[in-house]
């Protein structure tokens, strides 16, 4: 595998993914990023997933080699973190064959680094959603609805239903509601708030039966509101 990017799409997308990577991981590979060289498009994809909770994120490089490998999420973020903009090459040997073997080269103008990293073999699939329904959101409804409505949650897991957000999707408005047992938030809003969606968007949902219903984790959905408040207004987002 050999790669190179830019410091500022490899930090910012590191950075992003690393959020659900847990501090004290049940398997040692949980506490890695699973990083993917495509050579056919060109890009790398990020994933990291902690079994509750997953992302993947992908961004333009040169890649010379394609591969894959998971390295550890904190100390390669320490590391692309305070690496200065420019481009950065990663590299394995390709000699590698067990997991205690696994180095990645990366370089900067400023330095040279090695990581040992693990095979991704071992790195846990991400959940495959077969549902033939996507349901298309203007960025500014989704805020919305999530800004009125994740502190009602409960935090006792215990009570799983009730640790997350239930979404009723209608004809021409959203519903957001939530409870922890003692507090109460029910925010409707009109999913054409902005005139953001694509006409092909638009005509997918307009296509199904409604309403739809679903209930997403409240952790989920801050990872989410995290990832969309810098988005802009007339960009849509798919459940």
């Known amino acids: 595998m050999k790669l190179v990017c830019s410091q500022s799409d490899l930090n910012t997308n590191l950075s992003l993914v690393s959020r ?3 501090s004290r991981p049940t398997h040692p590979v949980l506490g890695n990023v699973l990083l993917e ?4 498009n060109q890009r790398v994809l990020l994933t990291a997933f902690d079994l509750s909770v997953g992302i993947q994120t992908s961004f333009k490089a ?8 998971t ?10 973190s305070r690496l200065p903009s420019g481009e950065i090459t990663l590299e394995d040997d390709g000699k590698g064959t067990d997991s205690d073997s696994l180095i990645v080269t990366l370089t900067s103008a400023t330095g040279r680094y090695q990581v ?6 071992e790195f846990p699939e991400l959940p495959e959603v077969n549902a033939s329904v996507a349901v298309h959101l203007p960025v500014e409804v989704l805020k919305i609805g999530l800004q009125g409505s994740l502190f009602a949650t409960s935090s006792d897991e215990t009570k799983q239903v009730l640790t997350g957000v239930h979404l009723t999707v209608k004809s021409d408005n959203l519903e957001f509601a939530a409870t922890d047992g003692h507090r109460l938030a ?12 694509t006409t092909k968007a638009t005509q997918e949902l307009d296509d ?12 989920a959905l801050r990872e989410l509101e995290r990832i969309v408040s810098k988005a802009e207004a007339q960009d849509t987002i798919a459940i």
């Open 208 to 219: 199904h039966d409604f309403p739809l219903e679903f209930t997403l984790p409240a952790r």
């Open 71 to 80: 390295l550890p999420a904190k100390l390669l973020n320490d590391i692309v």
């Open 20 to 22: 659900v990577v847990p």
């Open 116 to 121: 040992r990293g693990m095979s991704s073999e």
């Open 186 to 197: 029910v925010v409707e809003t009109n999913r054409r708030i902005q005139e953001s969606a």
């Open 62 to 69: 040169d890649v010379d080699t394609g591969g894959e490998i």
């Open 37 to 40: 060289a495509d050579q056919k």
